[in-house]
Structure formats: C-alpha cells, structure tokens
C-alpha cells in the first residue's frame, strides 16, 4: 500500500474516531436532557411561574430531541468514513477502483438522517434495558452440544439451530475481514457473519447490523451459545465461555473475544436470540 494511501487511511481514522466519540457525548447530553423534569411550581405559583416552568420543560425536550438527532448524524458520518477506508483499502488491494455507492461497513445503506435509507439503527423500545430479556436460560444437559476451539472446552446452546450457527460462524475464524462480504472462506462483515451463519440453518438474517436484533430479547445472565450481540453499527456472536465471535473491522479476522457491550462509540442494542 503507498504511504499516501495510508497517511489518508490514518486520517479518516481519526476522523472515524472523533465522530464516533462526539456523537456518544451528544447522545448523553440527549439522555441527560431527556431525563430532566421541571415542576410546575419551579418558578412560583403565579401564572408566569407555571409558564415559565412550561417553557423551561419544552426547551429540555427539544434539547434532547436535537441531541438525538445529532448523535444519529454523526454515527452515520462514522459509518460512511468506515465505508470509504475499506473501498480504499480494497481499491488498493485488487486495484479497482469500482466502489459500491451507499454501502456502510456493516453492508446496509447510510445517510445522514432527513431522507433516504436509514441505516442509523433500530434503537431499544422507549423504556426497555438493553440488560433485561425474557429468553430462558439453558438448562444443564438440555441443549446442543458445541465444542469450542483453543481448548474452551464445550457448551450448550438452547436448540440445534443455534448451535448450528456457532458452529458455521466457528468454520470461518481466521477468514479476513471483507466490507460488504458474505463469502465463506473469502471475507466477510459483521452482519455478514451472522447472516451467513444463521442463514444455513434456515433462518434469514438482514445484512444489517441494527437489524439483526429479532427474535427474543436476552438478559446477559442467560446468554447462550448463539445469542447475538447487537450495536447500532456492529453485531457478534456470543459462542459461550463469556466470549464472542466476530469479524470486527478492515485489516482483520474473523475471531474469538471476550464478551462486550461497547464498541467503538456504537449504541449498544442488547442480547437476541434469533432461534427462539
């Protein structure tokens, strides 16, 4: 790779970078805002007070309502530099220059939020804990076995098809991380991992990150073999043993992790099990 090519991929990693941290500041100042309550007595009893308190409880809601929205926008400004350093990158690698326009790293559409495809994310239902769930938990001795590699030992997922689709995503560890792939033993994304996976046992999958958040909610207490892991712009696998497989960004693999909720500034969606 030339050094300009890569002095400009360090660029747009800072840029990445800084995008995703100030929208996650935007993001609290939103929540923070949102949280506020004004008493309608704050100012007095008058009729100025009470307005004045209204007033004052209107501006707060409209302040986190544009907090929302600038966090949406910046996510998405992450996401499409993401998208142009890994055409850059691939450019670079096969030497063509045919890029793939409306293409975000996890493989669906982005833009910057008041028109066109949304690929901000499907955030958690108003009032729901990305930490709550009502998937049970895997009694010992009732579900699939699936041995892990790297001496892990084995573990059991809550049916066959899930235990299917960790055993898939294990097929592909050391694959390369490919921007928009599903090729098995060629590349792939996040989304296009779990895609994949579950699509060979019969359940589809959006090649999306945020869309991947169906089925049953899951409380981390009661993850289990093939539970997905889901971001608004990233989505693993959690294998068992308090880790996860993923394929997690441009110039790496396919591998095993120990389990997260943050990553990169992402907004952390919670645990799904797309076999319930």
Known sequence: MSDAIKYDLDLLEEFRLAAAKAGGSVGT??????????ASTAFGRSAGGAALATATAQAFEKAAEQCRHGERVLRAVGR????????IEEAERTGRQTFLAGQSH???????PGGGSSSVGVTAPAGASTHAGTAPPVDPGTGAVVHLP??????EAPNEKAAGAVRAAL???GVPYTWGGEAPGKGFDCSGLTKWAYGKEGI???????NQDVGERVSEQNLAPGDLVVWDGHVAMYVGKGRMIEAPHTGDVV?????RTTNAGDRFEGFFR???
């Open 29 to 38: 100042a939103g929540d923070a805002a949102a949280g506020r309550h004004v």
């Open 80 to 87: 499409a530099i993401d998208g142009v350093m890994s055409a």
């Open 106 to 112: 996890t493989g669906g559409q982005y833009h910057v």
């Open 150 to 155: 790297g001496g892990l030992g084995t573990v």
């Open 171 to 173: 097929s592909q560890l």
């Open 204 to 210: 589809e999958l959006q090649h999306f990150a945020a």
């Open 255 to 259: 591998h095993i992790v120990p389990l």
């Open 274 to 276: 797309p076999s319930a």
